[in-house]
């Protein structure tokens, strides 16, 4: 029996197998709107029948989002815009998930295609970025405006409202972004928070940003919604964020009400999270991007708190992942680039483990056709 296929029960959802479609922006929003293009992308990972299938990270307000391309969750238009998908990935009997965010002083910059650069200050469509510090993220990228407490209570309040948007739009999981760098990571990552204030210092200081937005997202959304958080695990940099802080956020987390921690890790400095190579050598440690290399984060939270963790990075293979899921590494596998090149990943990975051998799992529309391509082939082998 595939564990990587059984169904798993988070408060009042039932999620019908372990396989998840990691965030992933797709630059190709208009005033954070989503487009035909969205549908097509996300209504293809359903079809694929992922148990969960993840929006890109979406920004709880203008500023909050990584490019002006970005998707968002501000206003009402927004929700309009996502119903559709919504109800479209739910109709395949697959969870729908949004996850929420802000990237802080990692902003205003041009997708990956573009450069990934930051805007130049007189382009139009840039904006000032902010910070817990006034501390750029990297060479090249401008000073960020470090937030007042003031602003800071007004950012939790934008992800309470982003909370209810997502309900409205039939969302049925939320994940906030505290990872790669963006706003809720800079707040707990000491290279990126100088702060003297409640919100800087020792790590509860640090802490207390993305816990006053989960506190106040668990209050919005009741008690049946599951709540993800991700994390960057660790920084990967000297006298960074460490396993250790992850374990000790975890349990503020379940405190609060989190249910699962997605253990991503790194993009605190700015550096490009996709590097593979540095002249051809393989990159080591935190940077080095081999099999299931996040696995032992998601592990460790597993392990030690009680909350559910996701393991996320470079898995490929449906074995990999059954055994990530068999071995209680994980409880929920996060799919990205290997998702985007065969969307029909989970249908596949059924096949390969033997867990849907008459193609029971596949949309009906295409079931009876997919079977008698198996028969053709059966004859013809
Ligand atoms: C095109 C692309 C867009 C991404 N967008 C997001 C995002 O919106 N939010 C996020 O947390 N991670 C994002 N990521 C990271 C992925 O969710 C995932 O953690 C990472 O790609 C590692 O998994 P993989 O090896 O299966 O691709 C993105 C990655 C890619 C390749």
């Given at each position: 029996?595939?564990?990587?296929?059984?169904?798993?029960?988070?408060?009042?959802?039932?999620?019908?197998?372990?396989?998840?479609?990691?965030?992933?922006?797709?630059?190709?929003?208009?005033?954070?709107?989503?487009?035909?293009?969205?549908?097509?992308?996300?209504?293809?990972?359903?079809?694929?029948?992922?148990?969960?299938?993840?929006?890109?990270?979406?920004?709880?307000?203008?500023?909050?989002?990584?490019?002006?391309?970005?998707?968002?969750?501000?206003?009402?238009?927004?929700?309009?815009?996502?119903?559709?998908?919504?109800?479209?990935?739910?109709?395949?009997?697959?969870?729908?998930?949004?996850?929420?965010?802000?990237?802080?002083?990692?902003?205003?910059?041009?997708?990956?295609?573009?450069?990934?650069?930051?805007?130049?200050?007189?382009?139009?469509?840039?904006?000032?970025?902010?910070?817990?510090?006034?501390?750029?993220?990297?060479?090249?990228?401008?000073?960020?405006?470090?937030?007042?407490?003031?602003?800071?209570?007004?950012?939790?309040?934008?992800?309470?409202?982003?909370?209810?948007?997502?309900?409205?739009?039939?969302?049925?999981?939320?994940?906030?972004h505290g990872a790669h760098g963006y706003?809720m990571h800079?707040?707990?990552?000491?290279?990126?928070?100088?702060?003297?204030?409640?919100?800087?210092?020792?790590?509860?200081?640090?802490?207390?940003?993305?816990?006053?937005?989960?506190?106040?997202?668990?209050?919005?959304?009741?008690?049946?919604?599951?709540?993800?958080?991700r994390i960057s695990a660790?920084?990967?940099?000297?006298?960074?964020?460490?396993?250790?802080?992850?374990?000790?956020?975890?349990?503020?987390?379940?405190?609060?009400?989190?249910?699962?921690?997605d253990?991503s890790s790194g993009g605190?400095?700015?550096?490009?999270?996709?590097?593979?190579?540095?002249?051809?050598?393989?990159?080591?440690?935190?940077?080095?991007?081999?099999?299931?290399?996040?696995?032992?984060?998601?592990?460790?939270?597993?392990?030690?708190?009680?909350?559910?963790?996701?393991?996320?990075?470079?898995?490929?293979?449906?074995?990999?992942?059954?055994?990530?899921?068999?071995?209680?590494?994980?409880?929920?596998?996060?799919?990205?680039?290997?998702?985007?090149?065969?969307?029909?990943?989970?249908?596949?990975?059924?096949?390969?483990?033997?867990?849907?051998?008459?193609?029971?799992?596949?949309?009906?529309?295409?079931?009876?056709?997919?079977?008698?391509?198996?028969?053709?082939?059966?004859?013809?082998?």
């Amino acid at each position: 029996m595939s564990k990587l296929f059984s169904p798993l029960t988070i408060r009042g959802i039932t999620l019908p197998n372990r396989i998840v479609v990691s965030p992933l922006c797709m630059y190709s929003g208009i005033d954070g709107l989503a487009q035909p293009f969205h549908f097509a992308h996300l209504s293809t990972f359903a079809r694929g029948k992922a148990g969960l299938v993840f929006t890109e990270a979406t920004a709880v307000n203008p500023e909050g989002r990584i490019t002006p391309q970005c998707l968002g969750l501000w206003n009402d238009a927004q929700v309009r815009a996502f119903k559709p998908i919504v109800d479209f990935i739910r109709s395949m009997g697959v969870v729908a998930g949004i996850q929420l965010a802000h990237a802080g002083r990692k902003g205003s910059t041009a997708p990956p295609f573009f450069g990934a650069k930051p805007l130049p200050v007189d382009d139009p469509s840039a904006w000032s970025t902010v910070a817990p510090s006034a501390i750029p993220v990297g060479p090249g990228f401008p000073d960020p405006d470090a937030l007042s407490t003031d602003d800071i209570h007004a950012i939790v309040q934008d992800f309470v409202a982003a909370s209810r948007r997502a309900i409205e739009s039939g969302f049925q999981v939320i994940e906030l972004h505290g990872a790669h760098g963006y706003l809720m990571h800079s707040f707990l990552s000491p290279i990126a928070n100088k702060r003297t204030d409640e919100y800087g210092g020792d790590l509860a200081g640090r802490m207390r940003f993305a816990l006053d937005v989960c506190k106040s997202v668990r209050e919005a959304v009741g008690n049946d919604m599951p709540l993800f958080f991700r994390i960057s695990a660790v920084d990967g940099v000297e006298a960074g964020w460490s396993l250790d802080d992850s374990v000790a956020l975890s349990n503020e987390l379940a405190a609060l009400g989190i249910d699962v921690v997605d253990c991503s890790s790194g993009g605190i400095s700015g550096a490009p999270r996709f590097r593979v190579a540095d002249d051809g050598k393989p990159l080591q440690g935190s940077s080095a991007r081999t099999p299931g290399f996040q696995v032992p984060y998601a592990e460790k939270i597993k392990r030690t708190t009680d909350l559910k963790s996701m393991a996320v990075g470079v898995i490929i293979d449906p074995e990999q992942a059954e055994s990530i899921i068999s071995e209680g590494q994980a409880d929920l596998v996060a799919l990205g680039r290997e998702i985007m090149y065969n969307p029909f990943w989970p249908l596949h990975a059924a096949q390969a483990l033997n867990a849907d051998p008459n193609f029971d799992l596949w949309p009906p529309q295409y079931k009876w056709a997919v079977d008698r391509r198996e028969q053709i082939r059966k004859l013809n082998r």
